[in-house]
């Protein structure tokens, strides 16, 4: 990726993330609160899925700003809405405020994995895996009484344009 088209890429990107998790969010609160903590096939549930992804998201954007994440501990759809949200917004602020000359040059750890990652790979990261977590709520969702959603990134471009 050059420094010209990673900036307003990864800003489409974490626009899209913001949606896409609100879509995400929206389609439990149709679903019973219980049934959302209940065990699903192969996940413990999807709260917990929920908590993993505001989690990881939170804990990329932290280590890009050099600081240490916090344990995000919740089994409140409402708590992980509302962190989520506040997250999601902080990530298109910091990648509107990239700087594109260093955005593929500057890195941070991330301990777990024992590496350091560029800027730009630290907001990739995080924003792809929020997508494979969608897709497994969206896919848990039909067997607790709810509906799948669409995400894509093409639905967010024609929703975006609509409103314009």
């Known amino acids: 990726?050059?420094?010209l088209g990673a900036i307003p890429s990864l800003t489409t990107l974490a626009s899209h993330n913001e949606w896409a998790n609100r879509r995400?969010?929206?389609?439990?609160?149709?679903?019973?609160?219980?049934?959302?903590?209940?065990?699903a096939a192969g996940y413990d549930s999807v709260v917990g899925v929920l908590e993993h992804l505001v989690q990881v998201e939170h804990a990329f954007l932290e280590l890009a700003h050099g600081?240490?994440?916090k344990k995000i501990r919740s089994d409140e759809l409402e708590s992980l809405r509302a962190e989520c949200a506040h997250i999601d917004r902080a990530y298109v602020d910091y990648v509107g405020a990239l700087d594109p000359a260093t955005a593929e040059t500057e890195s941070f750890l991330v301990p777990w994995f024992g590496f350091k990652i560029t800027l730009v790979e630290g907001v990739l990261q995080p924003m792809t895996h929020s997508h494979k977590h969608r897709a497994d709520v969206s896919m848990l969702l039909p067997s607790l009484g709810g509906a799948g959603i669409e995400m894509d990134?093409?639905?967010?471009?024609?929703e975006s344009r609509s409103t314009q």
Request: with cysteine; hydrophobic share 45%; proline share 7%.
């Open 1 to 3: 990726m050059s420094n």
């Open 24 to 39: 995400v969010f929206d389609a439990c609160s149709q679903v019973s609160p219980t049934k959302l903590k209940e065990a």
């Open 67 to 69: 600081r240490q994440p």
């Open 153 to 158: 990134l093409i639905q967010w471009i024609a």
